[in-house]
């Protein structure tokens, strides 16, 4: 436990791993292309405030997020630096990404419209990112509607501005099976250059997520948009050993540790049934202890009876289901473990490590959601 801190459930965050991250990271970018630290969903369940501010300090100045309140928070931090918005913003929220000069993702006219219309009552100019559909199928806008989106952007004139012009890739972290990757890249090129036809000259051409940024130089562009990595977090195995086996070493390092404190340490004897439908039967004389955190913190409740974390330094078995705020362990190998004592739920402590990977697997989903999925009421501490 960090000594006086007065949470019995936080979360910490290392600024050092955070900017060998991004240092790491930017050495595999081909010089002039901008680094776009993607923070949107509390920076991935890091904490949004936290995580831009160690990145400013390391030099980002562009960041992208999914909504306008995520980017009031950029604001406020830095009234300087560069900030998308990916994802969907109501028109009633248009004034705010006008005065927040905030580059807005759109993928259809109207919205270019109402921007542009906003624009005007303000005597300002709306800055957009204008999303094309390549083949994930989520946003964006194919020759047709982009057709249509040109008219919208002649008809605003000076209010808008076409600040970057970007798609996604559906599956760039499968190393195995280029080809999709490679077809979405050719359509995206061929969309993109429509643009010059228009006297549209956009800033950013940006495509590239981390699995692309690290695997495939062709696809960055001159802007990448670094989201999981950031993070020190892997999108697949695959993208893991393709960078590993290969010519640049890049080393990424989790920047985020999930910890609890002991409540409380109990003998049991055998027969008793432990937790919500006394699913655990003792089998022998047992030692256990309770954590004050549950499914409501964000610990998944599929980690019930097949979880583990670690007591001064030893690996502990889940016991039971997981409750919406404690769950019980199993410190019958750690005779010294007391209340009080720091448990930690996903990192390191000693020779044993709890990754966001072992997690995901155990539950069977994947590491984003694992992170993104702590609370953000838990509290963000920046070690």
Known sequence: ????????????????????????????????????????????????????????????????????????????????????????????????????????????????????????????????????ETGLYRQGMDARELEAAFEAIKKAGERITVFAVGSHFASSEDIDRPEPTFAQMQKFETLAATLADHDIAPKFAHMACSAAALTKVDTHYNMVRIGLSLYGLWPSASVRRTVTLGRQRVDLVPALSWKTTIAQVKSVAPGAQI?????????????????????????????????????????????????????????STVPAARAGDTVTLLGRDGMNAITADDMADKVGTINYEIVTRINPLLPRIVT
Not at 83 to 109: K, M, N
Not at 287 to 299: C, F, K, N, S, T
Not at 308 to 329: D, P, Y
């Open 1 to 132: 436990m960090i000594a006086g801190q007065p949470y019995k459930t936080w979360v910490e965050i290392s600024s050092t791993a955070l900017s060998s991250n991004i240092e790491n990271l930017r050495s595999v970018l081909t010089p002039g292309v901008e680094f776009c630290a993607v923070i949107k969903a509390n920076a991935y369940g890091h904490g949004t405030k936290e995580i831009a501010r160690i990145a400013l300090k390391s030099g980002v100045t562009t960041f992208a997020v999914d909504s306008v309140d995520e980017a009031l928070i950029i604001r406020a931090i830095d009234p300087a630096c560069t900030v998308f918005i990916l994802g969907f913003t109501l028109p009633s929220r248009y004034a705010e990404v006008v005065s927040g000069r905030f580059v807005q993702t759109v993928y259809d006219p109207e919205t270019i419209a109402g921007l542009a219309e906003t624009a005007r009552a303000k005597g300002a100019s709306a800055f957009i990112n204008l999303k094309l």
């Open 275 to 331: 937790g919500y439908g006394g699913h655990f039967i003792v089998n022998r004389p047992m030692r256990i202890a309770v954590l004050p955190v549950g499914y409501y913190d964000g610990y998944d409740r599929k980690l019930s009876r097949c979880g583990e974390v670690i007591v001064r330094g030893t690996r502990c078995s889940v016991l039971g289901n997981i409750c919406m705020n404690m769950f019980m362990i199993d410190v």
